[in-house]
């Protein structure tokens, strides 16, 4: 089955620090997003982005489809940045089903 | 927020019970999908339905059922609970169907089986 890998698995940053989050998949993919999970378990959708790159604010992703990565970059990170980022891709195969990466767990200090 | 929401919040049930978890898609939505995420670990997918029909189904045996209605809220039930079964459940609703489009999660209902 599909794959997905991230790193690090876990980042300490201080603040204004950029930080750049690594997810490597196994397939071919028609779905990739990114959330960040606040400390209450909700995931927030950060980007969909199955390829190339988009940007909001000071955090932008790139994915290489064709290499199997994307990237998840945080410029200038804050204290509520902090948390557990996500990578999860899915493809048609099985209902869209999306497989999660074991996430990389970002604390930024003040 | 998503506009995906989830009930209860929390719950404690015992081992050997049986608990049914709901979940109101967001508006415009006719896909929901089911994922169990336990501590320290990313979620894992359980099953997924669109137009009142399983679509799709995670590595979770035939205890873990659920049901789709009309307006496309759905249930997860769990039977015969296991204290393995403790975590974080999330839904996730999309429209399209099986075709890959953005998921968005609600809130969770942390289960925890004593």
């Known amino acids: 089955g599909i794959q997905v890998e991230q790193s690090p698995p876990d980042l300490i940053l201080q603040e204004g620090a950029n930080s750049t989050l690594r997810c490597n998949f196994s397939?071919?993919?028609?779905?990739l997003q990114w959330f960040h999970q606040n400390p209450w378990g909700q995931l927030i959708n950060l980007f969909y982005?199955?390829?190339g790159t988009k940007q909001n604010g000071r955090l932008s992703a790139t994915t290489v489809a064709t290499e199997r990565y994307s990237l998840l970059y945080i410029s200038s990170s804050q204290t509520t940045d902090s948390g557990v980022y996500f990578c999860?891709?899915?493809?048609?195969?099985?209902?869209?089903?999306?497989?999660f990466g074991g996430g990389t767990r970002l604390m930024v200090k003040p | 927020e998503t506009g995906v929401t989830q009930s209860p919040t929390h719950l404690i049930k015992t081992r050997g019970q049986q608990v049914t978890l709901r979940c109101s898609s967001q508006?415009?939505?006719?896909?929901v999908s089911w994922y169990q995420q336990a501590l320290g670990q990313g979620p894992q997918f359980i099953f997924q339905?669109?137009?009142?029909?399983?679509?799709g189904r995670g590595n979770f045996p035939p205890r873990f059922s659920g049901l789709q209605f009309p307006n496309y809220s759905s249930e997860l039930n769990v039977n015969a609970l296991e204290l393995d079964d403790s975590a974080l459940y999330l839904c996730?609703?999309?429209?399209?169907?099986?075709?890959?489009?953005?998921?968005?999660f609600g809130p969770g209902t942390r289960l925890t089986v004593t």
């Open positions: 996730a609703s999309s429209s399209g169907g099986a075709t890959a489009y953005e998921q968005y």
């Open positions: 397939d071919s993919v028609n779905n």
């Open positions: 982005i199955p390829s």
């Open positions: 999860a891709e899915a493809n048609n195969n099985a209902g869209n089903m999306l497989t």
């Open positions: 508006s415009g939505h006719n896909t």
């Open positions: 339905y669109y137009r009142e029909e399983e679509n």
